[in-house]
């Protein structure tokens, strides 16, 4: 939760990033997500870091869920955009380093992005949560949450 007085001009926002890891059952670090925190305004490009362990080819996914909704695809394959994603959002990478920029930040794309790798059984999931109070403070955090394995398929 954020907290403190945000105000600013009408473009000023603020994003908060923080670094997180994925254990497996045995403890050991998975998937990592970076970096630990930026400071960016509307129009910006924004770039999210997702890195592996273990190579898993082009085999990334990117989701964006809102609050009550179900996650969105925004990319597969590393970087394949899915059919209704805005063209601001772009995939990259391969093996062990992936990214998700968002090129031209906007209010809308306040959410909590999921990057998934699905080429080692069971897929693995990150999670950061994205929250946002505007206009009246203009604040656009992005905050790391927790690991949760996938359960099912890419739809």
């Known amino acids: 939760m954020l907290s403190g007085n945000f105000e600013g001009s009408s473009l000023a926002q603020?994003?908060?990033?923080?670094?997180?890891?994925?254990?497996?059952?045995?403890?050991?670090?998975?998937?990592t997500q970076s970096p630990e925190t930026m400071a960016v305004s509307l129009g910006d490009h924004v770039t999210l870091h997702c890195r592996t362990?273990?190579?898993v080819g082009?085999?990334?996914?990117?989701?964006?869920?809102?609050?009550g909704q179900a996650p969105k695809l925004l990319i597969f394959g590393a970087s394949a955009l899915a059919a209704g994603a805005p063209a601001r959002f772009q995939g990259g990478g391969s093996r062990q380093h992936f990214t998700l920029t968002i090129r031209g930040l906007e209010a809308e794309d306040a959410g909590v992005y999921h990057c998934q790798q699905y080429y080692i059984h069971p897929p693995t999931v990150t999670q950061t949560q994205t929250e946002t109070s505007l206009p009246s403070s203009e604040t656009l955090a992005l905050m790391t949450r927790q690991l949760f394995p996938a359960i099912g398929h890419i739809v």
């Open 53 to 55: 362990i273990f190579g």
């Open 58 to 67: 082009t085999s990334m996914a990117w989701y964006q869920q809102k609050p």
């Open 14 to 31: 603020l994003l908060w990033l923080l670094v997180f890891s994925s254990q497996d059952s045995r403890g050991q670090t998975i998937m």
